[in-house]
């Protein structure tokens, strides 16, 4: 019984690390993080998810969530926008673009771009382009 036990948690071992070697380097879920940007006016930060799926000839659908803190920096007052966004990945010599339309009108906002490139285990990291620019990093959540 012991014999069986270990080769079941052996053949689970070599199953898992096959499993994480063949996994796509894109598609999953992702949370992603800018660094601040802004004007001299109004300072912003965006955060959000996106789910990323492979679609055909390393072309990927996206559904992303951006939520974008915008603070005026004489007052203090700030607002919250969350726009939703269908976008369109793919993959070309290591370079990840994403590029977005609104899935839904938000009165202000324009769809997000990014240009990525592998980071750390399971990180992607670029820059956001919109109507202004900021580095961003995506962190694989499953």
Excluded: H, K
Excluded at 55 to 62: L, Q, S, V
């Amino acid at each position: 019984m012991r014999a069986f036990l270990i080769a079941a948690a052996a053949m689970a071992t070599c199953i898992t690390s096959a499993s994480a070697q063949s996994r796509d380097a894109f598609e999953g879920t992702w949370a992603f993080q800018t660094s601040s940007y802004g004007t001299e006016q109004v300072g912003a930060i965006m955060s959000g998810a996106a789910v990323i799926s492979r679609a055909r000839g390393g072309r990927y659908t996206i559904r992303l969530i951006s939520n974008e803190r915008l603070v005026n920096r004489e007052t203090g007052e700030s607002a919250f926008l969350t726009a939703r966004q269908a976008c369109t990945g793919e993959n070309s010599d290591g370079q990840f673009t994403i590029s977005c339309q609104m899935a839904e009108p938000l009165e202000g906002y324009e769809a997000d771009n990014f240009v990525l490139q592998q980071g750390e285990t399971d990180q992607l990291v670029g820059v956001l382009s919109s109507n202004t620019s900021s580095q961003v990093t995506f962190s694989r959540l499953r």
